[in-house]
Structure formats: C-alpha cells, structure tokens
Antibody, heavy 125, light 110 residues
Framework: QVQLQQSGPGLVKPSQTLSLTCAISGDSVSSNSATWNWIRQSPSRGLEWLGRTYYRSKWFNDYAGSVKSRITINPDTSKNQFSLQLNSVTPEDTAVYYC???????????????WGQGTLVTVSS | QSVLTQPPSVSGAPGQRVTISCTGSSSNIGAGYNVHWYQQLPGTAPKLLIYGNNNRPSGVPDRFSASKSGTSASLAITGLQAEDEADYYCQSYDGSLSGVFGGGTKLTVL
C-alpha cells in the first residue's frame, strides 16, 4: 500500500518561497513507471496540477505553464521523497497543496491513484 | 475557471440514480485522453473513484460507473446512499500533457 506523507509550513510571507516535502512509503521515487506530482486546490482556481518529477534512466520534470517560471520539483532518493518549491509567492498561491502519485505514463493520460493528506498553505504577511 | 465543466450541484434521494456530467473540448477529452473521476469528502484528499474512463479501483462499489463519448464524460451512481454525499471531480489531460480538472460537483443526498 502506497502512502504519501506531506510536511512543511502552513504560512508563507508574500515574495518568499513555499517549500513542501512528500515522503513516500510503499513505492520508490526512482520508480521506472510512476510519476510524482504536486496538485493544489483553492476556491478560486479549483484543482490545479502544478508539475511532476519522474525517473526513466534519468530524471525528468514537467511543469504547468501557469507556474513554470517559479516552480521546482526535486527528488531525494536518499530519503525516498520529493519536494516542491514555489518562489515569489503571492496571496493567490494560498491553497491546499497535495502530492500525488500517477502509476504510469501513457499516451492517453493517467490517473492520480494515491494522494498525500494535503497541506493548507496561506500566503500572508 | 476550470478547463472541464461540471454542474455545481446534483441531488437525489436514497436509492435513486444520479449522473454527473463532465464537458471538455477537442484538446482534452475529445482528443482521446482518458477521463478519471475522484470523490472528495470534506477535509480530505480526493480519492480515485474511476480510472481510464470506466474502470473501478479495488474497493470501489459497482454502484459507481462512468462513460465517455466525444468531448464529454459522465459518472453514474446508482442505489444512492447517504455516505455518497461528497464532491466529485473529473480529470483528463490536454495538449500540453498537464492534468486538467473539472470544477467539481457537490452531491447532496436528500
């Protein structure tokens, strides 16, 4: 059974960096089939996919256009986890952030089958 | 504004059948990408309900089913139960390979 455990601060000041970590159990961040994703949810933007990291002989990252200039997702193989960094945050980045696993990459698109518990991040001074 | 369009709310009495629609476009559902459905109870993360248009993960009751046609998809729930009261979301992909979601539908069991 795959479990994803999120950690990180719930309050970030405007213009600073949002940082969250997602610890994986029951699978490996270096899996050759799964991808590891960050998704956020807010009343104004709904559910929004932010990006992913995955390993296929080397590491790859894909990011949503809406955050591409501000986001970094990094794997940490020593701790079997992955992280999200979102720079230059504004109050519009206030949301519940989720990490999630997609079990495979396929041309027809794939689902998110395991989710972290969610972290409410508020951007406020 | 979500990429996929869902009705904000639906309702039904216990035992009844309800459907939730999900309308996309030629760049997502209509392009042949799979549609997936999630159930979200208050204060919890979304839970995968249907994957690959019409497949149920282990443990999901067969009261839940889904279909896809053209640029739309729909989720059906039969034998409605009080525990089904939740928010439901559809998800697909678009031409940029990012996951796109519907705005969610709140199901009320009367």
């Amino acid at each position: 059974q795959v479990q994803l455990q999120q950690s990180g601060p719930g309050l970030v000041k405007p213009s600073q960096t949002l940082s969250l970590t997602c610890a994986i159990s029951g699978d490996s961040v270096s899996s050759n089939s799964a991808t590891w994703n960050w998704i956020r949810q807010s009343p104004s933007r709904g559910l929004e996919w932010l990006g992913r990291t995955y390993y296929r002989s080397k590491w790859f990252n894909d990011y949503a256009g809406s955050v591409k200039s501000r986001i970094t997702i990094n794997p940490d193989t020593s701790k079997n986890q992955f992280s999200l960094q979102l720079n230059s945050v504004t109050p519009e980045d206030t949301a519940v952030y989720y990490c999630a696993r997609a079990p495979r990459i396929q041309a027809a698109g794939t689902e998110f089958d395991y989710w972290g518990q969610g972290t409410l991040v508020t951007v406020s001074s | 504004q979500s990429v996929l369009t869902q009705p904000p709310s639906v309702s039904g009495a216990p035992g009844q059948r309800v459907t939730i629609s999900c309308t996309g476009s030629s760049s997502n559902i209509g392009a042949g990408y799979n549609v997936h459905w999630y159930q979200q109870l208050p204060g919890t993360a979304p839970k995968l309900l249907i994957y690959g248009n019409n497949n149920r993960p282990s443990g999901v009751p067969d009261r839940f089913s889904a279909s896809k046609s053209g640029t739309s998809a729909s989720l059906a729930i039969t034998g409605l139960q009080a525990e089904d009261e939740a928010d439901y979301y559809c998800q697909s992909y678009d031409g940029s390979l990012s996951g796109v979601f519907g705005g969610g539908t709140k199901l009320t069991v009367l």
